[in-house]
C-alpha cells in the first residue's frame, strides 16, 4: 500500500470539504427559498437525498474497487472496497432516519411506499447490512476478501437495477421529490442542492480518505510490532 | 466448458432423482404456505393482487430450500476438491447449478400452479397460462443464475443458511417486484396487462447482467 | 518433478507449513511422517494445486506455484483422508463422473475397477459397501486419468491386508509413479521412501532413520 500517500493530501481535503459544507449550509438556510407547500420542514431534503445518491454511488465505487481487487489480487482494493462500504452503510442509517423524518413531516408518516428513492434506498440497505455478517463469518483472510469483493460486485451492479425496477413500477410514476425536484425545481433550489451534493460527496471522500489513513497506521503498527516481538 | 456443465448437471439430476431431497421438499412446503394463507388471511379465495402476492412470495421461500442445498454434497462429499483437480473450466460447475435449480423450480411450478389454482385461486388460470410462462420462465432464470451464484458464496461461511436468506432476499425483490407487477392484472380476470413487454424486458435485463456478474466472480469463489 | 524451498503457508495469523524444502525425481517415492497437525495434508494440498503458497519457491511436474497451479489440474492423483466420493451415487457412476470431468474414456473405467477387484460391486451403491471397498474405489478413481504424480494421505489406513495387496500395483510403488505419501508406520513408509521429509509444527526437519521419525512424535 502506498503509505505516504494517504495522509498527505487529507489536511487540504478537510479544509476544503468544511469550506464547501460551511457554504451549503449557508445557502439552505439565507439562499433557498422555502418551499411553498412544506414551508421550512422541506430544508431536510437538502440533506438526506445528497446523503441518498452518495452513498449510493459509494456501494457501486466500492463493486469497482472489488473488481481491482480480484483482478490484481492486491489486497489493498479491498480494504478500500470495505471502507467505502463501511462508511455507505454508516450514512445510509442518516439517509433512512431523514427520509422519514421528511415523511413525517411533509406527509405524516414515519414511512411511505411511494417514495423511489426511498423504498429501492431501503433495499439496497438491507442488502449491504449482510457485509459485514459475510465478512466476520468467514475465518480465513484471504477468503474473507475474496468473497467480500465478490459480493461487492454483485450488490453494486444490483443497485442500479434494483432503481430502475421500483422505478418502473406503477405506483411510482408520480414521485412526489423528483416531480419537484427533477423539472419543476427553481434556479436557485437547484444551484443549492448541487452545492449540496458536492458537499456531502467531498465528505464521504474525506471520511473514507480518513478512516483508509487510520486502517494503514494501524496495520504498519502491528507490523512492527510483530516483528519487535519477533526478535525478542 | 457446456459439456463439463452437462455432465455435472446429469450427476446432480441422477442423485435428486434417486434421492428425491430437493423438488418434493418444496413442494411440499410450497403446499403448506397456501394452507398457512389461508388460516392466516382467513379467506377461502384470493384474486388480483393478494394472489399475486400469495404465489410469488411463496415460490421464492420455497425456491430458498432448494437453494440452500445446491453445493453441500460438493462441500460435505469433496465436490470441490474433485472439479478442482480436473482440467475443466470451473465456471461449469455454476452453470450446472444453474440449471438444476431452474429445473427444480420448473418441476415445483409445474405441481405448486396447479394447486394453486384448486387451493386459492379465485379467477382460474387458464386464460392466464400463456402470458404467465414468460414471466415464469424469465424469473425461475433469475433466481436461478442469481441462487447458483449467492449458495456458492456462503457455502464456506459460518452460518450458512442464514447468509443465502439475508443476501438472497434484497437481490431477488427486483425479480419479485417485475414478476408480480406483470402478474397481477393476468389474476384480477385474466385482462392482459399493457406493460407485459416492459417488465419481460425488465427482467431479461437482469437475468442478463446477474449471468454475466455470476460468470465472471463464480471462480474466484472456488480459489484457495 | 518436485521442488520445493522454504515453502510456507498460513491460513490467517496460524503458520501451517513453514521453511518446507524438499526434492523428489520422477518416479522416486517421498514419504512424509509427523503428528497429527503437523501440516502434512496442508502439504499435500499445496502440491495438489490447490492451496497457494505464501512464499518460497514450489515447482511440481513443471508448473511453478502458485502461478502456474493451474497447468497440475488433470495430472495429479489425489487420495485424501475423505474418499472424494458421491455417496449416492455408485462406484461406476463416481468413475464416469470423474472419466467425464478429465475426458477419459469409458473402457479405461472397467480397466481400473477390475485392477481394484471392484468389478462385481461397482453398481451397489456407496453406502452399502464397507470403508476397505471405499478406499479402493478412491484409489481407482486417483487413478483413472492415469495421473504423473500421485498423493496418498493414509493411503493404507482401515484396510485389510487382501485390500493393500490388491491396492500396491494401482498406487504403491509396484504403480513405478511418483508418489508422495502420508503414514504413520513408520517401519513401513521408511521401506518404500527414495526420501523422507518429517513435519513438526508446520517445519520441515530431516529425516533419514527411524530413530528421527520416532523423535518426530516425540
Redesign the interface.
Known sequence: MNSVLFGKRLGTLAWVTAGLLLAAMLMVFFYAPEDADQGFRQKIFYVHVPMAIVTLCGFMVAGIFAIKHLRSGDRSWDVRSYVAIHLSIMLGVGVLLTGAIWAKTAWGHWWVWDEPVLVSYLIVFLLYCCYQPLRFSIADPERQSRYASVFAITAGAFVPLNFIAVRLAEQYTHPRVLSETGGDMPGDMRLTFFVCIAAMALLFTTLWKLELTNKHTAEQLRRLRRRLEAQA | MIATARAILRKDLTIEVRRRESVPAMVLFTVTVFVLFHFGLDRDTVEGDIATGVIWVTLLLAALLGINRLYVAERDQGGFVGMRLAPIDLTALWLAKAVALFVYLVALEIVALPAFDLLLLGPGLDGALPELLPILLLANLGVAAVGALVAALAIETRARELIVALLLLPLLVPVILAAAQATEPLLTGGQSPDDLAQWLGFLALYDVVFVLVSVAVFDFLLDE | MIALEAVERR??ERVALRDVSVHVEKGQTLVVFGPNGAGKTTLLRVL?????PHSGAATVLNASLPRESWK???K?G?V?H????????TPR?NLR??A????VAEPRIDAVLHAVGMTDRADDELTELSRGMVQRVAAA?AVLHDPALLLLDEPWAGLDPAAIEMLEPVIGSASGKTRVVVTHDVAGGLSEADVTLGLRDGAGVAVGDEVAVRELYG
Open positions: 491460513f490467517g495438489a494445486g490447490l492451496l497457494r497440475l489440474r488433470g495429479v489425489y485424501a475423505e474418499p472424494l466420493l458421491y455417496r449416492d451415487l457412476e463422473f470423474h467425464r470431468l478429465h475426458r478413481r
